[in-house]
């Protein structure tokens, strides 16, 4: 195993990690409510009367971000190694695992461990299991 070190940003994972932090942080102080992505955009689907502005606003700010990070620097060319089907199924696995698992990395990983719930501990702990074994599975298992 080698480390790609001109792929090491050190700084720039530092200050995305503050400002989720203190985006979670923000939330759950002003409004009382948890920054759990698969939670905020249930609630939009499910259209909870009085709840939707906030949960917009949350979300327009998660798609439109890069936008604005767009306009003070060039977007990074992102490399994609796997297909189409490859893609879809991976969104549908983590679309099920989000509903089996009472929520996201983000609600759980973010979230849930900030505040020491157990609950979220064990489910950080298997969303990591389950990725370093896919991860190993495929790539020295299967090598794929």
Not at 112 to 122: A, I, M, Q
């Amino acid at each position: 195993m080698s480390i790609d070190w001109s792929a090491f940003t050190p700084w720039s994972a530092l200050i995305g990690g503050a400002l989720i932090g203190l985006a979670a942080a923000t939330l759950l102080w002003l409004n009382g409510r948890i920054a759990g992505i698969s939670g905020i955009v249930g609630g939009l689907l499910t259209q909870a009367s009085g709840d939707v502005a906030w949960r917009l606003a949350f979300v327009l700010g998660l798609v439109g971000s890069p936008w604005v990070y767009g306009l003070a620097t060039d977007w990074p060319l992102p490399q994609i190694d796997a297909g189409y089907a490859a893609l879809v199924l991976a969104g549908l696995l983590v679309g099920v695992g989000t509903r089996y698992g009472s929520g996201c990395t983000s609600g759980h990983g973010v979230c849930g461990l900030s505040r020491l719930s157990p609950r979220s501990l064990v489910a950080t702990v298997v969303f990591m299991a389950a990725g370093f074994l896919t991860v190993w599975v495929l790539r020295h298992a299967l090598a794929i």
